[in-house]
């Protein structure tokens, strides 16, 4: 289908987003969040896509924060549905896929743009980037996960002063703190992201599939059940039969 705030190109077995409003840096809005989610359920489907890379067009911006003109004027009732709506219809999508997908930072990711990030599997991040959760600044508080996934990724101190201070962080420290993964100068990022990808599009899909639902998991009682039941499971599976037989045979499997 055809996307107005979005790029959508595939090729190897993967799939790169693209936010594409540099002239609001590439704010989420309700027509880019549904064009998101539909790319992704269209992606999640599709057998010859393996990995999805999200950035945002231009050097500036991954993503800029929430369009704030659309709900300056919203009460109680109409933000817990913008809320709601969001986690549902792409943060939770992206944290559940099927397929890894991997944020390719290049520019300023601010409250839903973090939020966004934090949402991928895998984040990689230009020197230039600015991450941050500004929203105590609007009176308000992270809307899209980002009180409940930063917490995780980076330990509740860090998480708290990120939030309660509404400051944004460089790139470096984001990795100092684990809040991406690498850092590279912004003209290597989508190449660096790329042959990530490339490795793990080398790699069996069901597998990953499985990791992927298991290690969401791992902070909850089914994990560790989760991960025994799908270790079972793949054992019965034409990828481990093709990934133990290639090993045997001293050759690269074909999955």
Known sequence: MGYENILLNKEN??????INRPESLNALNAKTISELSSALEELNADAECRVIILTGSGEKSFVAGADIKEFSDFGQDRAEELSRNGHHSLFNKIENMTKPVI???????????????????IRYA????????????????????????????????????????????????????????????????????RELATTIASNSPMAI?????????????????????????????DDKKEGVSAFLEKRKPNF
Do not use: W
């Open 13 to 18: 077995k993967i799939a790169v987003i693209t």
């Open 103 to 121: 944020a390719a930072v290049n520019g300023f990711a601010l409250g839903g743009g973090l939020e966004l990030a934090m949402a991928c599997h």
């Open 126 to 193: 230009s020197e230039n980037a600015k991450l941050g959760l500004p929203e105590v600044t609007l009176g308000l508080i992270p809307g899209y996960g980002g009180t409940q996934r930063l917490p995780k990724l980076v330990g509740k101190g860090i998480a708290n002063e990120m939030i309660f201070s509404a400051k944004m962080i460089p790139a470096h420290r984001a990795k100092e703190i684990g809040l991406v993964n690498e850092v590279y100068p912004i003209e290597e990022l989508l190449t660096k992201t």
């Open 209 to 237: 599939s499985k990791a992927i639902h298991a290690v969401n998991l791992s902070d909850t009682e089914k994990g560790f059940e989760t991960e025994i039941r799908y270790f079972g499971e793949l054992f019965d599976m």
